[in-house]
């Protein structure tokens, strides 16, 4: 079974505060996927990675960065965390090219993330 | 603007019926359509899917239809369980790496 572990389950953070986000797969995928969610909007894309130190911005990138330095690892990185950055991350990870047509990504618990 | 939306937020349903769950899109170069499920406190799970060169796909309780001249997705869960209540997401994906969610629907299937 692929499995994907974040860091924290739950994190309190103050305004301003810079905050990082750990996610590890064990399947040896080539991609990964930082979201958010939000009631009644979703799953957001942030940030995604298709190789060690490559990153693409997704549709809500502003105020994140991300850091892929080993293929297992991804991190999410609020700069700045500000109250309206309060919200569930969930990291995915999926296989590249050579995997299913379906594209299906593998998810983490989420990380609830409160900024005060 | 967004591609895939689910325009009920919640749905109700008795123990034993069956629960129809929808999903507009507005892309008609998306080549496969999956649905997640998602309960409290962790993180999606893949539950089905269908390629768009299909109408229909069945796995045990779970069948999506997928009606490309509508662009309309919907999923049936026959009969509904109690364990079935969660929130339920579909996503559409165009040939690369990437999936696009709608805003899910949270399910209650009551005993």
Known sequence: ?116 | DQQVKQNSPSLSVQEGRISILNCDYTNSMFDYFLWYKKYPAEGPTFLISISSIKDKNEDGRFTVFLNKSAKHLSLHIVPSQPGDSAVYFCATNNAGNMLTFGGGTRLMVKP
Not at chain 1, 15 to 37: I, S
Not at chain 1, 53 to 82: Q, T
Request: glycine letters at 8%.
């Open chain 1, 1 to 116: 079974d692929v499995k994907v572990t974040q860091s924290s389950r739950y994190l309190v953070k103050r305004t301003g505060e810079k905050v990082f986000l750990e996610c590890v797969q064990d399947m040896d995928h080539e991609n990964m996927f930082w979201y958010r969610q939000d009631p009644g909007l979703g799953l957001r894309l942030i940030y995604f990675s298709y190789d060690v130190k490559m990153k693409e911005k997704g549709d809500i990138p502003e105020g994140y960065s991300v850091s892929r330095e080993k293929k297992e690892r991804f991190s999410l990185i609020l700069e700045s965390a500000s109250t309206n950055q309060t919200s569930m991350y969930l990291c995915a990870s999926s296989l590249g090219i050579a995997g299913p047509p379906r594209g299906e990504q593998f998810f983490g618990p989420g990380t609830r993330l409160t900024v005060l």
